[in-house]
């Protein structure tokens, strides 16, 4: 955990949030997603949510039960300071997804772009495990990850790209029997120097079981 802390902090200790290359202006395909599967009054987690827009614009539409992880605390300091007064409807979590112990259960768990930068496969049983864990029985987990034609390496660390099968696989083989998938799709995220990202996303449906 110490040298995944210490990258991710000295990221958002020496750049600016809107000039790395996964900042958004606006994540309208997060939010299209969170909305499609949830209502204001549901719970929703982000995790690796570092310096992201998403909880300004679910604040905006009228989600008060939100709470982001990430491993960095500069860059959840960044967002409570960005948001002012309404960031106290947001519970803010300082640690490392594969080794958190969820407190409460969630309606959708939303994961950008963390379960890529786990590449091996014991973090994965981990991260898909407190997954399970954190959400509801009927709950909805949404997972971007990069496609198999995305980048190899990103902020300097090596990724593991997925196509949906493969990420379906890899849930299942891990958590047998706790998801369902449901929802795939790609897209293309364009980043602030203006490059191309090839991105996939995946729903899963937490099973009864």
């Known amino acids: 955990m110490t040298d995944r802390h210490d990258h991710w902090q000295q990221v958002y200790q020496t750049k600016e949030p809107d ?11 997060s939010v299209d997603l969170i ?5 204001s009054a549901h719970s929703v987690v982000d995790i690796g949510g570092g310096a992201s827009h998403l909880p300004d614009a679910l604040l905006a539409a009228g989600y008060r039960n939100l709470t982001v992880l990430d491993l960095s605390g500069a860059a959840l300091s960044a967002s409570r300071d960005r948001i002012g007064g309404p960031s106290a409807h947001v519970t803010w979590v300082e640690g490392d997804v ?12 939303h994961d950008r772009a963390v379960f890529h930068f786990l590449t091996e496969r014991d973090d994965q049983a ?6 399970a864990h954190a959400l509801t029985p009927g709950g909805v987990a949404v997972i971007m990850t990069f496609a198999e034609d995305g980048p190899e390496k990103c902020s300097g660390l090596p990724v593991q790209r997925y196509a949906p099968e493969d990420l379906a696989a890899r849930v299942a083989a891990l958590v047998p029997g706790r998801f369902e998938p449901t929802e795939t799709g790609r897209f293309t995220h364009v980043t602030p120097g203006g490059g ?3 991105f996939q996303y995946s729903l899963f449906r937490r099973t009864e079981a």
């Not at 594969?98 to 768990?109: F, S, V």
């Not at 981990?126 to 997954?131: I, N």
């Open 19 to 29: 000039s790395v290359s996964w900042y958004q202006d606006d994540p309208k395909l």
């Open 35 to 39: 909305t499609a599967h949830t209502g």
């Open 98 to 109: 594969t080794l958190w112990t969820p407190d409460r259960a969630y309606d959708l768990w």
């Open 126 to 131: 981990r991260y898909l495990a407190v997954m």
């Open 196 to 198: 191309e990202q090839r």
